[in-house]
């Protein structure tokens, strides 16, 4: 069980950074696109700088919003955690006391 959990972790990371790299090269090649077209970046309100401002704010909302909700998750963890220790003890007595109990 926790080489699978190992394993859809590595998963996750795998796929957070290919989305978050896709996104930097997006904002950069804004950037770039934007310094090459002889105004060293967008005038506000053209569509490049919209772009460009909708890129910032959907790869800075993510982070915000995972940490808005943080709270939620760690609780969820906690109370996954605690069910897992409750379930180990309750497995643990539970074989103690098939193989004979207490001697006299």
């Not at 859809?8 to 996104?23: D, M, S």
């Not at 982070?63 to 003890?89: D, E, P, R």
């Amino acid at each position: 069980m926790g080489s699978d959990a190992g394993n859809a972790l590595k998963g996750a990371e795998a796929v957070f950074l290919a989305l978050l790299t896709i996104g930097l090269m997006g904002l950069l090649f804004l950037i770039i696109y934007g310094n090459l077209s002889n105004n060293l970046g967008f005038a506000e309100g053209t569509a490049g700088f919209n772009n460009t401002e909708n890129v910032i704010a959907n790869l800075t909302s993510g982070a915000t919003q995972f940490f808005t909700f943080s709270n939620v998750w760690f609780i969820l963890t906690a109370i996954t955690i605690l069910i897992g220790i409750v379930l180990g003890v309750i497995v643990l007595v539970k074989k103690s006391s098939s193989g004979g109990g207490f001697s006299n």
